[in-house]
């Protein structure tokens, strides 16, 4: 927000909080989780805030954020939250909350509150255990003895878009020895699940900045050859780097992405040679399974990949096929500059912005590395990726974008056959082309190779329902929202699709709802759901939604939203009209 001679300060006590592992507990169970949601809210955190005269600035979904003028109020009633919460988990009470507390100037713009004071308030709630609560020094120092709890130094740390290291302090209702305090068990894991594994993004530690996209692509690689293996189940990439630069706690990772084993390490790249340490650890009581160090050639990079690998899966017992163990040991490319390059153009496709300075740059390093390995094939399922992208987005006003990205994806899959990426782009350029035959095959192929491959399953499921069949999107989003969890809000909205579809205005009703929550700036979301609402004649609900919609993107039509969805049935098309028509609304 913008400094001006009328911008108004003060100094408050900022609380920040949120569920632990709401994403993963609403996939298990919506109805249960947002009842669980709404009775915790009702009945100890409002309560809670206003006994010590605290205000709710802002209430989205799991996440919260309250002021306090006294940061003595604040701290009270952090503690009589997650005491009450504490008390209530025999009885059966899924809610379980992390809170951070800073004390900071804070600049107020109408009922909003914004600065720095915010912002470090945010990172302590991530920093704090389940259940528990993490302090700056600040606060720890201002309620000094004043209360009759003591909270444990846990020194410097360095957080996200902080340009300081923060003092931070915790407390959790188990007392003060928090690394040695098990968590809250999680839910059973399926009898017929297999093994379980999230890769946590690798530290970069060549001192460098610029070597970032190197560390998580080697991450990725990793990821990638997992994802390969049927006996695994893998978490994917979004969901993994969802950690990145926290240091979490094994067990948070544990509960939140329902991974029993972490792989966890660090990569040092100078000149020629690079440093890879990896470690392997037990999510539920922190034993190492398995340790190395590597000393290489970058030339020796995939076969580095390719040891740990193997090595995680003899630390989980895990039976490879002669098929996976070759699809493994297949190299990409035997060209190190051009392997460079695509990790370069990956990284870009991994980030939150997307404009046309992104596309060419992106372009330029997945040209580049096929023109140094004219048999890359994943630097053409880049190249396709990205003309898709433009095909979407109007960067460049090519009118040719998808039949671009429709030949760079054929390339890519006579170049590399047994690479699942190439099947999947070809399966996604397959949807916008309107052939859902052709997707869906390219698909069960992708998944073929690659059991785990989270980006597949999320085709799958607009496949399945552009089909005409929501049972099989509803299943395989399901998978999806099992492997990427932290991808739930895309998947939302293809399973409300998919409800519309089916007739199940309710449940399509609560999971465009969600989706909103997750990505409250979406107008396509929120068209769908103006249709579920007047199939289910709340007609006055669908009309504020509808006056939502319109204020994001006031040139929206359901008109030209359901021109561009390739569905097989017409009829399918028309029940979402249908809907637009009983809500009376234009357009």
């Known amino acids: 927000m913008p400094e ?24 298990v169970d919506e109805v249960s989780t947002l009842a669980a949601l709404k009775r915790h809210r009702e009945t100890v955190f409002d309560p809670a805030v206003a006994q010590h005269n605290g205000r709710i600035v802002k209430l989205i979904g799991d996440g919260t954020l309250v002021e306090f003028a006294s940061v003595v109020d604040a701290v009270k009633c952090a503690l009589a ?17 992390r809170i951070g507390i800073n004390l900071g100037d804070i600049i107020i713009d109408g009922e909003h509150i914004y600065g720095d004071g915010v912002n470090v308030a945010a990172r302590l709630e991530s920093l704090a255990d389940p259940g528990g609560i993490c302090v700056s020094g600040v606060v720890n120092e201002s309620v000094g003895n004043r209360l009759a709890v003591s909270f444990a130094d846990c020194g410097e740390v360095a957080v996200k878009n902080i340009d300081r290291p923060i003092r931070i302090w915790k407390w959790h209702p188990d007392g003060e020895a928090l690394p ?12 017929s699940e297999p093994p379980s594994i999230a890769v946590l993004p690798f530290n970069n ?3 460098d900045p610029e070597q970032e996209y190197f560390s998580d692509g080697i991450t990725e690689d990793i990821i990638t050859d997992l994802s390969k293996i049927a006996g695994l189940l893998v978490i994917a990439r979004n969901s993994s780097f969802a950690y990145k630069g926290k240091n979490p706690d094994i067990r948070i990772v544990w509960r939140d992405l329902g991974a029993r084993s972490v792989l966890e390490g660090s990569i040092r790249r100078a000149g020629n040679r690079v440093r890879i340490t990896a470690q392997l650890i037990n999510a539920a009581n922190g034993a190492h399974l398995w340790a190395e160090r590597y000393d290489r050639d970058l030339t020796d990079i995939f076969a580095v990949q390719d040891d740990v690998t193997r090595c995680i899966v003899d630390a989980l017992k895990v039976k490879l096929t002669r098929a996976e163990a070759a699809n493994i040991a297949e190299t990409p490319t035997n060209n190190v500059a051009a392997h460079d390059f695509f990790l370069r153009g990956r990284e870009l496709i991994r980030g939150t912005k997307f404009n046309r300075e992104i596309f060419e ?22 190249l396709a990726m ?73 085709s799958l499921c607009f496949i399945e329902m552009y089909k005409g069949n929501p049972e099989a999107a509803l299943a395989a989003i399901d998978r999806a929202l099992r492997l990427d969890p932290a991808f739930a809000h895309q998947y939302r909205h293809v399973q409300g699709s998919a409800y519309l579809i089916a007739g199940k205005y309710e449940a399509a009703v609560a999971s465009f709802r969600e989706r909103i929550r997750l990505m409250p700036g979406t107008d396509l979301s929120r068209g769908l759901l103006v249709s579920a609402l007047g199939h289910l004649g709340e007609i006055g609900e669908a ?36 809907g637009f028509e009983k809500a009376g609304v234009a357009g």
Not at 14 to 20: E, N, S
């Open 81 to 97: 939250i997650q005491r009450e919460l504490k008390a209530a988990q025999p009885n059966g009470d899924s809610i379980v909350l």
């Open 180 to 191: 040695g305090r098990p968590l809250p068990p999680l839910p059973q894991a399926s009898q």
């Open 205 to 207: 530690m060549s001192g």
């Open 4 to 27: 001006n001679e009328q911008t108004n300060r003060r100094l408050a006590a900022v609380l920040a909080a949120d569920v632990v592992g709401y994403s993963r507990m609403m996939s």
């Open 361 to 382: 740059q992106a372009v330029t390093f997945f040209t580049r590395a096929s023109e140094l390995d004219p048999n890359y094939a994943e630097a053409y399922a880049g």
């Open 386 to 458: 990205m003309h898709n992208l433009d095909f979407h987005n109007k960067w460049t006003g090519a009118t040719d974008a998808l039949d671009v990205a429709a030949r760079f994806a054929g390339i890519a899959i006579e170049k590399g056959p047994s690479d699942p990426f190439a099947h999947w782009i070809v399966a996604v350029v397959a949807v916008w082309k309107k052939d859902l035959d052709r997707a869906k095959r390219e698909c069960e192929t992708a998944l073929a190779l690659s059991p785990n491959y989270a980006p597949a399953y999320g």
């Open 543 to 578: 009309r504020r939604v509808w006056a939502e919609l319109k204020a994001l993107n006031s040139k929206y039509t359901y008109a030209s939203h359901l021109a561009r969805l390739p569905f097989a049935n017409p009829a399918d098309a028309e029940r979402i009209k249908e």
